[in-house]
């Protein structure tokens, strides 16, 4: 009988890819990621509201926010980030305080699409399992619906 292979380190620590375009130009994509007053109203799933969110957008700087579920269960996620080419690259780390589980990184790349919209690539890595890998897919993938119409609001108000 052969001897089982142990798991490769990328099989053991899945990653989320996500990728998507936005009708909105780099600069304003990004400014919707970096500043609290316009996260508030994107950087949760549906039915969640975000009553704090706050940071020190530099390498290294903290951030930290709160979530509100509907049911009205706190949920608090913090973080550093690690590294910002404006308009370009956020890279940041991601922990949900109070849970064992380990500290992921997201990066996030943002390039100019046609029409004058933004293409996004969106990484996650770290994680302890796929369930949770999945599980913050289904919520980004809510976060960035909740983004798509902040941002032609945002560019509606600009016009």
Request: some cysteine.
């Amino acid at each position: 009988m052969p001897a089982k292979k142990s798991p490769s380190p990328k099989a053991s620590k899945p990653k989320l890819s996500l990728s998507r375009v936005f009708a909105a130009p780099r600069a304003l994509v990004f400014a919707a990621w970096t500043k609290p007053e316009h996260l508030k109203h994107w950087s949760a799933p549906h039915g969640f509201k975000i009553p704090t969110n706050e940071g020190e957008l530099r390498p290294d700087g903290p951030w930290r926010a709160v979530m509100v579920m509907p049911d009205v269960t706190k949920l608090v996620l913090s973080g550093k980030y690690t590294k910002i080419i404006q308009d370009e690259l956020l890279q940041f780390t991601h922990r949900w305080e109070g849970d064992p589980g380990p500290e992921t990184l997201i990066t996030v790349r943002f390039a100019d699409a046609p029409g004058g919209g933004t293409r996004l690539k969106f990484e996650q890595t770290g994680f302890a399992s796929a369930e949770s890998r999945d599980g913050h897919g289904g919520g980004w993938k809510e976060c960035f619906e909740r983004l798509d119409v902040l941002l032609a609001k945002l560019r509606k108000k600009a016009a």
